[in-house]
Structure formats: C-alpha cells, structure tokens
T-cell receptor, first 116, second 112 residues
Framework: SAVISQKPSRDICQRGTSLTIQCQVD?????MFWYRQQPGQSLTLIATANQGSEATYESGFVIDKFPISRPNLTFSTLTVSNMSPEDSSIYLC?????????????FGEGSRLTVL | GDSVTQMEGPVTLSEEAFLTINCTYT??????LFWYVQYPGEGLQLLLK?????DKGSNKGFEATYRKETTSFHLEKGSVQVSDSAVYFCALSGGSQGNLIFGKGTKLSVKP
C-alpha cells in the first residue's frame, strides 16, 4: 500500500481566487491522477499528471482552469484557478504503485473546497 | 465509452440485514472490477476486486462475483453492521490512462 498526503484537507475560498492542492506519496508510483467529486456525485477524472511534462486532461477540463505540475515521481500539485461556487468539490489525488496490483489505485483523503 | 451503472441510494437497512448493491458495466475488452468504500470523513479505500470473469472478490464479509454474461459485479453481504455505513463505489479499470471509471456511489446507512 501507500501513504498519500494531501494538503490542504479542506479550505473555504473566495470567488475569483486560486488554490493549489499538494499530493505527496511515500512510495514509488507509475501514474498519478487527479479526480473531482462534486457533492452527491461520483468521481470524475480531471487529468493524469505526467512527470516533467504537461498533464493529460479529460474532456471538459482545461489547463488554464486546472494547471497541474508533477516535478518528480512522488509529488504533484493541482491548482483550481479563478474559482466559482461551482468548483466546490472534493479533489482527490490517486496513484498507481510501481509493481502494484493490476488496475488498483490508491487514494488520498481528499481536499474539500468550498467556494463562496 | 466504458461506463459503470450503480443502483441509486440511499439504502437504509437494519443491523444483520442482507445487503445487495447492484452494479453493471459497459466496457470494451475485459476490465478488472472493483468496489471501493468511503467511510464518513475518510478517503476512498479498496474493498474488493476481481480481475477476470467468474472471479469472486471478498473482504470483511462482502462478496462480489465478476459476471461476464450479465456484465455485472453486484456487492453482497449476508449480515450488515452499523460500522458498514458508508458510500460504496463500483469501478472498472477502463480509462485510456490506466485510471478507474466509477459509478455514482451508493450511500448505505445501517441502523441498530
């Protein structure tokens, strides 16, 4: 297994501001993902964080709104830019471990953002 | 594209009742199937998984069988406890990036 540390765990933000979420993993990982869980909804993949290059975004998500960095194998950040109340969600970091079980992902505890 | 359909919640049961949460999927190829659980105030954690047809995943008294003919992976438990109260997510490994695709989640509340 892995210990995935996400910061902040929760925050209350003002409309129009930006917030950066950090994800640190204590194990070697091959893939890192960022998901969004809107209130009462399922998890939706935002993007795959690629080490040393631009993230791969899913349909409906763009780099200007959700810039992502992954400077090394075990650390990534997600920024939610120019926030609006619709961005109020839980943002989850998820990883696939090097040599880990087929298809299995591990998740951080999430960052709960409330935008006023 | 690949997708997961899960029964709508919330589900409320009395302690020791039998639980079934239905999950069906649409996928090209042969994905692995998973049930994840999210306890109140905690992160998502893997409950059980099955990697090929007819496999049965089991953990903590929960079971699910990978049924290729009905494209299903229903979660069952013979006798639920109050501590099983959580949100349960069915998922498959089908994303182009190696990510998981999730159902909408089913909230289970177990009353004493």
């Amino acid at each position: 297994s892995a210990v995935i540390s996400q910061k902040p765990s929760r925050d209350i933000c003002q409309r129009g501001t930006s917030l950066t979420i950090q994800c640190q993993v204590d194990s070697q990982v091959t893939m890192m993902f960022w998901y969004r869980q809107q209130p009462g909804q399922s998890l939706t993949l935002i993007a795959t964080a690629n080490q040393g290059s631009e993230a791969t975004y899913e349909s409906g998500f763009v780099i200007d709104k959700f810039p992502i960095s992954r400077p090394n194998l075990t650390f990534s950040t997600l920024t939610v830019s120019n926030m609006s109340p619709e961005d109020s969600s839980i943002y989850l970091c998820s990883v696939k471990l090097a040599g880990g079980p087929l298809g299995e992902l591990f998740f951080g505890e999430g960052s709960r953002l409330t935008v006023l | 594209g690949d997708s997961v359909t899960q029964m709508e919640g919330p589900v409320t049961l009395s302690e020791e009742a039998f639980l079934t949460i239905n999950c069906t999927y649409t996928a090209t190829g042969y994905p692995s199937l998973f049930w994840y659980v999210q306890y109140p105030g905690e992160g998502l954690q893997l409950l059980l998984k099955a990697t090929k047809a007819d496999d049965k995943g089991s953990n903590k008294g929960f079971e699910a069988t990978y049924r290729k003919e009905t494209t299903s992976f229903h979660l069952e438990k013979g006798s639920v406890q109050v501590s099983d109260s959580a949100v349960y997510f069915c998922a498959l490994s089908g994303g182009s990036q190696g990510n998981l695709i999730f159902g909408k989640g089913t909230k289970l509340s177990v009353k004493p």
